[in-house]
């Protein structure tokens, strides 16, 4: 971007929120007023204030977010089908042996199924979102779920089932990008890390509950052992898409349609009186409101489009390229191995069911995690969360893979499974949770749906890669690397330490038109938490 062009903008935000000396009109002042009141308003405001002056919006965060459960729910039960003998018999082959089991090719497909469904939904929502609302295209896409589980319920052959699996992934990808964007924007500052992390609570979730199921099917041997779990997943789309409807519409959507009047009202909607604040909700609404209008002004000054394209022009490429990496890195730094952690179980000698309640042991130090990374996130950024994890993760994964190299006895087998366990801990309070902050807020508010797809989809490419090759290093057949299968994440965790050190900028306590101009005056990222805006601004 040109320098000359940033620093007009810069004085002209200077001049906007400060300089009482122009001669503008009442109405003019009054909104320069707003702007400066709800801009002190999102620095002052505390986690306590913001939960009362704000139960509102926290509710509908939180029902929105509910979505996401069914996507790592399906993914986590198609995983365990495999070893279902009821699916086996109806999908698979039979052995000569007399059993059954699912064709390695099928595996992958019926895996692969989902997260291509997912790349296209989250890309779509990229368009629908913006063009219609969050609201209105989570309603949608829970009613077209309703139809798509019908393919996976009945489906009579593996065929159909990988059909029904790619449909069901297209709402899975509209939610898994709508929830984050949609909770970024009806909340303040002060919530804004806590309620778009609950989005990854909600998928540790969906595998908790996926593998309460599993465990509690497994000696089910008719064709409900199967069909049951798939079933369980209408539960879901058929009450969120009715309470939806009385959802309120994104007020930073809202203001991008030209109807700021209607987004004054949705302010009001998700507003409460609080004893805090002695100002009326209409008064808060429409200083609120002004700060929206401030910050969409400034990046259409800064020349910030609204297409694909933009992402990848100027400023905006950066802050992509923040927002792709740093979420991607969940799927890298446990790159064939986390989504395989029962096979360690089973080398350290734990029977199959043993090893599947570990499994179900994972999940939960995941959820304790993301639970943990609220009170840390009160005293830590998100850069020094992110940062620190990877200098825990990648180490853990190194340990893992070398220790390989030793001979192998069931004494290193433990502790291989016993460092991954502390691995799924850290992983849980840094990595799982921080990408889902980092990504709503690195993001130009204009922008802010489409570098959300963007990022979130560079976390599935990721993971269709994983499923083709992880098997093969793992297979006894194949690769057979057992631990050393740990060591491409632990090099990959380790470039990706190098690269957040250099390029992840600190986010925690900014306004989003802040942010823009730290983007604008391409700020190194380590300056991001130190930069102090001059009075004026």
């Not at 077209?144 to 009945?154: K, P, Q, R």
């Not at 984050?180 to 303040?188: C, R």
């Not at 957040?500 to 802040?514: H, W």
Request: aromatic share 12%; glycine share 6%; charged share 20%.
């Amino acid at each position: 971007m040109d320098p000359e062009k940033v620093e007009k903008v810069l004085d002209s935000h200077v001049q906007t929120v400060n300089d009482d000396s122009l001669d503008v009109s009442e109405k003019e002042a009054q909104r320069r007023q707003d702007v400066i009141t709800a801009t002190k308003d999102e620095h002052n405001l505390t986690f306590l204030q913001a939960m009362r002056k704000y139960r509102k919006a926290v509710m509908w965060s939180v029902i929105a977010s509910m979505s996401t459960i069914m996507e790592s729910y399906d993914i986590q039960i198609m995983g365990g089908f495999f070893a279902y003998p009821s699916f086996q018999k109806k999908y698979g082959i039979q052995l000569p042996n007399g059993k059954y089991s699912i064709p390695a090719p099928w595996q992958v497909a019926l895996k692969l199924g989902p997260n291509i469904g997912l790349v296209i939904g989250v890309f779509a929502n990229g368009w629908l979102a913006e063009k219609y609302g969050h609201k209105r295209v989570m309603i949608a896409a829970h009613l077209v779920l309703i139809g798509t589980i019908f393919a996976t319920f009945f489906a009579p052959n593996p065929e159909v089932l990988l059909v029904g699996e790619i449909l069901c992934g297209l709402p899975w990808g509209i939610f898994a990008a709508a929830a984050p964007s949609y909770a970024a924007e009806i909340v303040p500052m002060a919530l804004r890390g806590y309620l778009t992390t609950y989005v990854n609570l909600c998928w540790v979730m969906g595998r908790l509950i996926a593998t309460g199921v599993l465990k509690g099917l497994i000696g089910y041997t008719s064709q409900w052992g199967y069909r049951i779990p798939f079933a369980l997943q209408w539960m879901w789309p058929a009450p969120l898409a009715v309470i939806m409807c009385f959802a309120p519409d994104s007020p930073w959507w809202l203001v991008r349609k030209g109807r700021s009047e209607d987004a004054q009202k949705t302010l009001e909607r998700l507003l409460s009186t609080s004893e805090d604040d002695p100002r009326t909700m209409s008064e808060t609404s429409r200083q609120f409101r002004a700060m929206i209008e401030q910050t969409i002004q400034t990046e259409k000054d800064l020349n910030i489009g609204t297409n694909y394209a933009e992402c990848f022009r100027g400023t905006n490429r950066r802050r992509t390229e923040v927002a792709c990496i740093c979420w991607a890195g969940q799927a890298v730094v446990g790159f064939a191995i986390q989504n395989y952690i029962t096979y360690f179980f089973t080398l350290a000698g734990l029977s199959p069911n043993d090893a599947f309640k570990m499994t179900l042991g994972t999940f939960s130090l995941a959820w304790v995690g993301t639970v943990s990374s609220w009170f840390v996130s009160a005293r830590c950024g998100r850069r020094a969360m992110y940062l620190t994890g990877l200098s825990t993760l990648a180490p853990i994964m190194w340990a893992v893979g070398l220790a390989d190299f030793a001979p192998s006895t069931s004494a290193l087998r433990w502790a291989q499974s016993s460092l991954l366990l502390v691995w799924f801990a850290v992983y849980g309070i840094s990595l799982g949770p921080v990408p889902y902050a980092v990504a709503t807020e690195v993001s130009a508010s204009r922008l802010r749906i489409k570098t959300i797809a963007m990022a979130r989809n560079s976390t599935y490419f990721i993971q269709i890669l994983n499923i083709v090759v992880a098997p093969y290093m793992l297979n006894p057949q194949n690769g057979n690397l057992k631990g050393k299968a740990a060591l491409p994440a632990a090099f990959m965790s380790t470039c990706l330490l190098v690269w957040a050190f250099f390029r992840l900028p600190e986010t925690r306590g900014r306004t989003f038109e802040e942010l823009d101009l730290l983007f604008a005056q391409k700020l190194p990222a380590r300056k991001f938490k130190s930069h102090k805006f001059e009075e004026a601004e």
